[in-house]
């Protein structure tokens, strides 16, 4: 599985970003999607999930102005992202948990992380 992520770019405080991320590769069924960010010195954080019934959770930093939203047609993933403030300026990584089933019919549950895009808020 490959994911490509886009739509990074630099934007003054206030302004919004849409990223998005495409998986494509073999066969299989994806369950969740998460949007991760990772600023210089600090640990990678998980911003936003969304499940495979369309359930979403945020971390309470982005709360009421990023949002997260699926396309299981297309196997794309996209994370709006309004009122940026400069503490968003980091490097945003798409990931998703997937599953597949063998030839025996065993259940093989993996997960896969896009290259990441650069978001720059500034002030």
């Known amino acids: 599985v490959q994911l490509q992520a886009s739509g990074g770019g630099l934007v003054q405080a206030g302004g919004s970003l849409r990223l998005s991320c495409a998986a494509s590769?073999?066969?299989?069924?994806?369950?969740?999607w998460e949007w991760y960010r990772q600023a210089p010195g600090k640990q990678r954080e998980l911003v936003a999930s969304?499940?495979?019934?369309?359930?979403?959770n945020y971390a309470d930093s982005v709360k009421g102005r990023f949002t997260i939203s699926r396309d299981n047609a297309k196997n794309t993933v996209s994370l709006q992202m309004n009122s940026l403030k400069p503490e968003d300026t980091a490097v945003y990584y798409c990931?998703?948990?997937?599953?597949?089933?063998?030839?025996?019919?065993?259940?093989?549950?993996?997960?896969?992380w896009g290259q990441g895009t650069q978001v720059t808020v500034s002030s």
């Open positions: 990931r998703l948990l997937a599953h597949y089933y063998t030839d025996n019919d065993e259940r093989v549950v993996f997960a896969s």
């Open positions: 590769g073999s066969t299989f069924s994806i369950d969740d």
């Open positions: 969304v499940t495979g019934t369309g359930n979403t």
